[in-house]
C-alpha cells in the first residue's frame, strides 16, 4: 500500500525537522516553502525600534516572544546589548520550539500549558498583569492584535519589536515541476500566511483540487480562512507545532488513502 504523499510548506530554515518527522511516521514527503523569513533592515523603522526596545529590555516586567523565527532574530540582537540577561523580565515563549530556543539561550521562559495560542496565554497571563505593567510582544511584521488588544483593555502598556518580514517565497520552476510530478494528497500548513501563499500559487495545479486535497492547519481561525478560499477538506491541529500537525494526520486514518 502506498502511503500517502505530504507537502511540508514551512520556510527553509524550519523544514527539515517536519520532514523527519513525517518520514518516520511511514508518509512520502516533499518541501515546498510557501513562506519566506527576512530580517528586518535595521536602519527601517522597525529594525530602529527593535534597537531601543532592546536596549530597554530591563525596563520590561514581561516579554511575550510569538514565534522560532521571531526568538531567532531577537536574540541575534539583543545579545549584543545583554551578555547577562536582566533580572525581574518574565518571558513567554509562544509554542514548545519557542520556549526551547528561549531556555537553549539561558532564559527562563514559560509558556501555557493549556495550549501555543494567544488565548491560551491570555488565559494564563492576564491574571498576572498589573496596571500599567510594560509588556514587549516580539514578533514578525503585522499579525494578529489578540495579545495587545486583551492586554492593554488590563491596563498593560504594550510594545512591539517586529524583527523579522515575512515575504512570499520566489520559486524556481524545477521546484514547482517536483511538486507536480510528486503530486501532494496533503498540506502541511502551519500559519495562515502561508495558506494564503499556497492558495496564490499552487490553487491553480491539476492536483490542487479544492475539493479533494487534504489540508493540515493549525487552529480553526486558520480553518476559517482555508474554508472562504474554497477548500473543504480540512483537519485542524490543536497547535502550530511540527508533533501537533503531524499527530493530527495520523489521527485522520489517511495513511490508507491512495490516489
Excluded at 487552529?219 to 482555508?226: H, K, P
Aim: charged share 15%; net charge negative.
Amino acid at each position: 500500500m502506498t502511503a500517502i504523499k505530504v507537502l511540508v510548506t514551512r520556510p527553509v530554515a524550519q523544514a527539515k525537522a517536519m520532514v523527519e518527522l513525517l518520514q518516520k511516521q511511514g508518509f512520502q514527503v516533499q518541501h515546498l516553502p510557501c513562506l519566506a523569513i527576512e530580517p528586518v533592515q535595521l536602519i527601517s523603522e522597525d529594525g530602529l525600534q527593535s534597537k531601543r526596545l532592546a536596549m530597554e529590555l530591563s525596563t520590561f516586567d514581561h516579554v511575550i516572544v510569538i514565534s522560532t523565527n521571531a526568538a531567532q532574530h531577537w536574540l541575534d540582537l539583543v545579545q549584543d546589548y545583554w551578555p547577562q540577561w536582566p533580572v525581574g523580565v518574565n518571558w513567554w515563549g509562544m509554542g514548545e520550539s519557542t520556549q526551547a530556543m528561549l531556555v537553549a539561550a539561558g532564559i527562563d521562559a514559560g509558556r501555557p500549558a493549556t495550549g501555543d495560542t494567544s488565548e491560551a496565554l491570555l488565559a494564563h497571563l492576564l491574571p498576572q498583569i498589573r496596571m500599567h505593567d510594560k509588556v514587549l510582544i516580539v514578533r514578525g511584521q503585522g499579525g494578529r492584535q489578540t495579545l495587545s488588544d486583551a492586554l492593554t483593555a488590563a491596563g498593560a502598556k504594550v510594545d512591539y519589536a517586529q524583527c523579522y518580514q515575512r515575504k512570499m517565497p520566489q520559486l524556481s520552476a524545477l521546484q514547482l515541476l517536483q511538486v507536480d510530478e510528486f503530486a501532494p494528497q496533503a498540506v502541511i500548513l502551519q500559519s495562515g500566511e502561508t495558506l494564503e501563499n499556497f492558495d496564490a500559487l499552487l490553487a491553480h495545479k491539476p492536483w490542487c483540487d479544492k475539493h479533494n486535497i487534504v489540508l493540515v492547519l493549525p487552529s480553526m481561525r486558520v480553518a476559517d480562512q482555508a474554508r472562504a478560499l474554497g477548500y473543504s477538506v480540512l483537519l485542524t491541529s490543536s497547535s502550530a507545532s511540527n508533533q501537533s500537525m503531524c499527530d493530527t494526520l495520523l489521527q485522520s486514518m489517511l495513511l490508507p488513502i491512495q490516489k
